[in-house]
C-alpha cells in the first residue's frame, strides 16, 4: 500500500485538509496525518467539526513535535506530501529548511528525496515577503497551488469549490478522482 503525507496548519480553511482526509480514507492510500497545534484552534473555530474525528480520518497520527517520527526520515517511503491548508509561517519555515516541527521537516524531507510536495498557502492579500516565500519552495521543487475559485466547472454550492480544490490536489498526485468535472468532461458535456 502506498503511503501519502497529508499536514495541516494552522491557517484559515481547515475544512479543505479535513476534505482532503475523507477523500484519501476512501482510496487505496495509507494516510499520515500531522497538524500544529494551531490547526486544532482552527479545526474549533471554523467547523463543527471535533479534532478528534479529524484525526480519525487518517490511518496514523504523527505528533507535531516528534521529530522522530517515520515520516521525517527519507528512507520512509511515501508518495508525496500535501500541506493543506498552509500558514505563511509554515511556507517560511518550509522556504528557509527550519525544521523546529514534524510538519517542516517532513516537508523537507519530500523536498530533499525528489518526491511531490503540494503546498496550498492560505492569505490573502499577499505581499512581495509572501510571493518570495512561495517562489523560493517553487525553486526547491515544491508545488503551490493556492485556493483559488474557478468557474468552468459551474459550482453551485461551497462543497462544489472545496470539491474542486481537493480534486485539484489530487491530480497534482495522479491520484484519480471524480470531485468535478475535468476540462476534457466539461467540453463534451457541452457540445
Excluded: Q
Amino acid at each position: 500500500m502506498e503511503r501519502i503525507v497529508v499536514g495541516m496548519s494552522g491557517a484559515s480553511g481547515a475544512i479543505l485538509g479535513i476534505r482532503l482526509l475523507e477523500v484519501l480514507g476512501k482510496s487505496d492510500y495509507e494516510v499520515h496525518l500531522v497538524m500544529s497545534k494551531s490547526t486544532e484552534k482552527t479545526i474549533k473555530l471554523e467547523t463543527d467539526w471535533k479534532v478528534e474525528d479529524v484525526v480519525a480520518l487518517a490511518d496514523v497520527e504523527h505528533d507535531f513535535r516528534d521529530i522522530g517520527a517515520p515520516i521525517a526520515s527519507g528512507s520512509f517511503r511515501t508518495r508525496g506530501m500535501v500541506i493543506l491548508p498552509c500558514s505563511m509561517k509554515t511556507m517560511s519555515a518550509l522556504a528557509n529548511s527550519f525544521n523546529t516541527n514534524l510538519l517542516i521537516r517532513a516537508a523537507d524531507v519530500t523536498l530533499k528525496e525528489r518526491r511531490r510536495l503540494v503546498v496550498v498557502p492560505r492569505e490573502s492579500p499577499l505581499h512581495a515577503g509572501h510571493l518570495d516565500l512561495m517562489a523560493k519552495v517553487e525553486r526547491l521543487r515544491g508545488m503551490i497551488l493556492p485556493p483559488f475559485m474557478t468557474f468552468y466547472h459551474r459550482p453551485k454550492t461551497i462543497d462544489d469549490v472545496i470539491n474542486h480544490l481537493v480534486g485539484k490536489v489530487l491530480d497534482c498526485f495522479h491520484i484519480e478522482n471524480h470531485l468535478f468535472d475535468h476540462w476534457g468532461e466539461i467540453t463534451t458535456k457541452n457540445k
